[in-house]
């Protein structure tokens, strides 16, 4: 299993950037899949994006794409979000999740999740 803390989430105002971190430590972290949900207040959580540790594949949302960029670095145990022109409807709460197989879109494939850090897009 591996353990993820999220960091880099903060207020900015629409058309910014934020860099979101999570920091991952397991024995077995090299193997896991890793995706980004959100989940804005009143709303379910959803899928962002996600990154296969054993391959190239990349997926994000529909809402997402051109703007956000999800990446890894194994040899740091890190996966990054860099988000650009960010609009306020991105406002949530952002948590990193870790599967141990698959990763894509669909929550169940996650087992670890991180506590979360909250992105404000707001003028």
């Known amino acids: 299993q591996v353990q993820l803390v999220e960091s880099g989430g903060g207020l900015v105002q629409p058309g910014g950037s934020l860099r979101l971190s999570c920091a991952a430590a397991g024995r077995t972290f090299s193997s896991y899949a890793m995706g980004w949900f959100r989940q804005a207040p009143g709303k379910e959580r959803a899928f962002v994006a996600s990154i296969g540790w054993n391959g190239v594949s990349t997926s994000y949302a529909d809402s997402v794409k051109g703007r956000f960029t999800i990446s890894r670095d194994n040899a740091e145990s890190t996966v990054s979000l860099q988000m650009n022109s960010l609009k306020p409807e991105d406002t949530a709460v952002y948590y990193c999740?870790?599967?141990?197989?698959?990763?894509?879109?669909?929550?169940?494939?996650?087992?670890?999740w991180g506590q979360g850090t909250q992105v404000t897009v707001s003028s």
């Open positions: 999740a870790a599967a141990p197989r698959g990763g894509g879109s669909w929550y169940g494939t996650y087992t670890t």
